[in-house]
């Protein structure tokens, strides 16, 4: 099953152990200091004042440090030693910025031993909550019942959905051909041949939700029936808002611009962007002060490597919000012969117009750092579609449907498409990103800007993307 909140989906597996793994930090001091201290709980708190206030700044400090490692993501595909690395990597994190506040706040201080025991305490809880909740996750108990109407192409999209975490949400039920159906790759043995009526046959099946599938609408919708089944309280959505939902993207190949007109969503409202500006320009200008020194070293290293005579930034026009071109500004990664015959060609992976100190900063994404002045600028936002140029924008409008709509928003240093898409390179990769720029497009919200910068910091730690 998925939640969704202010338009950003969360599966309920992952939203249970999220809830869990929090309450279990919040405990987690509460069994260290009465373990380090004489008389317990008690005289821990005679000693060094309420724990609460200290097992709630952990817990936070905690959530929000795994949510960064990608922890509380459904595309996160690493295995058991990947998933214990992360999970130290992060509650090391928390324990850190822990630490921090404590030094801010010296009346919140719990003592070096006690913080130690309760981030030990705290790996082996969330560790233990970790490996019980992936034996139980795919457990039918947590998917929606999900019966498709319709047996055909479009029905055979939910067939073919080939990753584990587009599918761990809804088990399909069968599949109920209709007379509007083309041939398709939907198993005959999943095909159902209902004898009663629609809902007789949700109501045998104990089904949550029917997904309308049919190739062709026009030909015969059955109202009736699926208003029966509604009135029941069963759901009943369409395929491309069913594979949004499920896959976080919009499926180019399904869509017709009625679905764009009429779902909820596409609102770009004055007080969303006024907030989002706001966020931009505060966070653009604290950021420049530890950005500066790191402008200075890559001064330096450029230049040694390449002469006092390079250049240290690179300028590309790129197209912004409305297709306005502006300036896009970089550390320069590659020699400045890259394209001496003035022709645009993609960034391949171990390009070798890539100097060496432009492939640790591209590894790194440190070449993304002058982006910030973009942001300050308005030219770009933190979050967005990724900035392409002029002459690849031109090609792929032409090229690729609903390309222009992902310019309905400003650009951004990272995005929803950076963070479920691998580096892209062509104009394959180009439509496929598209799907995730256009569900972002779609939910875009204060809350899934903020949690896609969050899970950024992942992307920057494990290196992944970068080329």
Not at 96 to 102: H, N, Q, Y
Not at 191 to 210: F, G, H, I, Y
Not at 388 to 412: A, D, M, Q, T
Not at 451 to 462: D, N, S
């Amino acid at each position: 099953m998925t939640l969704r909140i202010f338009k950003h989906y969360w599966q309920l597996p992952l939203a249970l152990l999220a809830i869990i793994e929090t309450a279990l930090f919040f405990l987690a001091p509460y069994l260290a200091v009465s373990l380090r201290f004489e008389g317990g709980i008690a005289g821990a708190e005679a000693v060094i004042g309420p724990i609460w206030p200290r097992a709630t700044l952990f817990a936070a400090m905690n959530f929000i440090s795994l949510a960064a490692m990608g922890l509380h993501n459904s595309r996160q595909r690493s295995r058991l030693l990947g998933m214990v690395t992360r999970l130290a990597a992060g509650i090391l994190g928390g324990a850190l910025a822990t630490a921090v506040a404590f030094y801010l706040l010296p009346a919140m201080h719990m003592g070096r031993g006690s913080l130690g025991l309760t981030v030990l305490i705290a790996f082996l809880f969330s560790a233990l909550a970790r490996i019980f909740f992936h034996k139980i996750m795919d457990e039918d108990i947590f998917k929606r019942r999900v019966l498709i109407y319709g047996a055909g192409r479009m029905a055979g999209s939910i067939a073919k959905l080939r990753r584990r975490s587009d599918r761990r949400g809804f088990t399909v039920l069968g599949y109920v051909p209709t007379h509007a159906d083309d041939p398709s790759d939907v198993a005959e043995d999943k095909k159902l041949k209902p004898e009663a009526s629609l809902l007789m046959t949700c109501r045998d099946l104990r089904v949550d939700e029917v997904v309308v599938a049919m190739d062709d609408r026009r030909l015969r919708l059955p109202m009736d029936e699926l208003l029966e089944c509604r009135l029941e309280g069963i759901e009943i959505v369409d395929l491309v808002s069913f594979l949004e939902r499920e896959t976080g993207k919009v499926r180019l190949d399904l869509l017709n611009p009625s679905w764009m007109i009429f779902s909820d969503g596409f609102r770009q409202g004055r007080t969303k962007a006024a907030l989002e500006r706001a966020f931009d320009v505060c966070a653009g200008l604290i950021l420049m002060i530890p950005v500066f020194p790191v402008i200075v070293l890559m001064a330096i290293a450029i230049k040694f490597e390449e002469g006092f005579k390079a250049s240290i930034f690179y300028r590309q026009v790129r197209v912004g919000q409305f297709g306005r071109p502006f300036n896009l500004l970089k550390f320069r990664s590659m020699r400045e012969d890259a394209e001496g015959d003035g022709k645009a060609r993609w960034a391949e992976k171990n390009d070798t117009r890539v100097t060496l100190v432009g492939a640790f900063i591209r590894k790194a994404r440190i070449d993304e750092l002058p982006q910030i002045i973009n942001v300050v600028r308005g030219e770009m936002s933190f979050v967005g579609p990724r900035p392409e140029r002029p002459e690849f924008v031109s090609h792929l409008n032409e090229r690729i449907p609903y390309y222009r709509e992902r310019h309905s928003v400003k650009p951004g240093i990272t995005g929803w498409a950076q963070l479920c898409y691998p580096y892209g390179a062509s104009e394959q990769d180009a439509a496929e990103k598209l799907q995730y720029d256009l569900y972002y497009v779609k939910n875009h919200s204060m809350l899934f800007y903020l949690t896609i910068l969050l899970q950024t910091i992942e992307v920057i730690v494990w290196g992944k993307g970068a080329r």
